[in-house]
Every structure is written in C-alpha cells, then in structure tokens.
C-alpha cells in the first residue's frame, strides 16, 4: 500500500541525543559521587522521563523531587546545543517528504517543551503536521499507545504510515501497534534492531525506501 505518512521519533533520530544524555547522566552521577560506565546506563536509551527519574533516585538515594532539582541545576551548567548533534540528512528527508505531500508527525517520549526546544534549535518545527508526547500518556514506549494515538490523529490505515526509530524501546512500540518500523542504526549504543522492517546507517538511506513505497 502507499505510503502517505511517517511518524518519526526524535532522540536517536533527527537529533544525536541518546549517547548525548548517556554521557551527561555519567557526569552527572560522577558529580554526585557515583561512578558508572555508558553500558550500565545504555538501558535508559529511548526511555521516558520517569524511568529515568527513578534510575537516578535509586542510585543517588534521593527522591524523585530532589533529583529533579539537581538535574535542573546540573543542566543549567550543561546546556545542550541540539543544532550542533542534529542528524545528517535529517532536513533533506523532511524536505523530500514535504515536496512529496507526505504527512509528517513525530511521536517521541520526551516532554512536549524539550520536543519544542529540539525541533525550534534545530529549524525544523514547521514540517510537522503535529507533535506528540509520551507524557500524554499514562505509559509511554515500549508500550504502543503512543503509536496507537498517533496513528488516530493521522486518520490513515496502519499499512499506510512508515515509522523511524532507533532504540529497542521505540521500535517494540512501533511494532506492537502494527507499524512498519526503519530502524535507525546506532554505531554507539547498537540497539537489538531485528523487529525492524528495514535498517538503515543514515536518513539519508530512507528516501530510497520511502521512494519505493510511494510508488506502489
């Protein structure tokens, strides 16, 4: 069937943030006297905030308020320019699938004001027809909801929307609510990929399938 929408996710796919965040979480730790490598924290890659929180509660001893202060207070020193990780190739297939009429939503586990952020540093806001939250909902990925709903504001049959993921997380979601999933591949963290329909190395490779699929 054509395709007419794609659904992307943001962390890992039209920004570098995954290992971005696993590096500052490291730092972040280490400031406050406990040291872990970037595998102990891989797990977190495409989780939702909340996971994140209790991670670091757990970890810190501390509650899920105080980590939220000190996380506050620590990327106020460390602030992230989105602009300088932002994916190769990632505004030339938005352009593509906008010159080809091709919806484009995003659907990302991030809160709606760091979606916001991303998307306004990085100058590709206005190619989305709309944004959507895991904190919208009261389970985020791998739980497909998030996909569920999405696919319901878009108002098109499933084998009409492709998805791009990266993490095991997103791509179980994705999958879980009967989407075909382009899995981004991660030279760093190398999520497990194989519920993927297709994989990729840049997003630059999904314009060859997109094309193929449009022409069906």
């Excluded at 977190?44 to 899920?64: D, P, T, W, Y």
């Excluded at 206005?126 to 108002?155: M, N």
């Excluded at 997103?170 to 963290?189: C, F, N, Q, R, W």
Aim: proline fraction near 3%; hydrophobic fraction near 40%.
């Amino acid at each position: 069937m054509k395709i007419k929408a794609v659904i992307f996710d943001m962390d890992g796919v039209l920004v570098d943030s995954e290992i971005t965040y696993i590096r500052l979480w490291q730092t972040f730790l280490a400031e406050n006297g406990v040291s872990v490598s970037i595998a102990d924290l891989r797990f977190l890659a495409g989780s939702s905030r909340e996971i994140e929180n209790q991670f670091l509660s757990k970890m810190l001893h501390l509650s899920v308020r105080e980590v939220e202060k000190k996380k506050k207070d620590f990327y106020q020193k460390h602030p992230i320019n989105y602009k300088n990780i932002q994916k190769p190739f990632s505004r030339q297939l938005l352009s593509f699938l906008k010159e080809k009429e091709i919806k484009i939503a995003l659907a990302s586990s991030s809160p709606m004001e760091n979606i916001e952020e991303v998307l306004l540093q990085c100058d590709i806001y206005d190619f989305f027809s709309f944004l959507v939250s895991g904190e919208q909902f009261e389970k985020t990925k791998p739980d497909p909801q998030i996909y569920e709903y999405t696919v319901q504001q878009l108002g098109l049959e499933k084998e009409e929307i492709l998805v791009i993921e990266d993490s095991e997380y997103g791509i179980s979601s994705a999958t879980s609510a009967g989407l075909t999933v382009i899995a981004l591949l991660d030279p760093i963290l190398q999520f497990n990929v194989s519920k993927a329909t297709y994989q990729i190395k840049t997003l630059k490779d999904a314009i060859n399938i997109i094309e193929r699929r449009t022409q069906l």
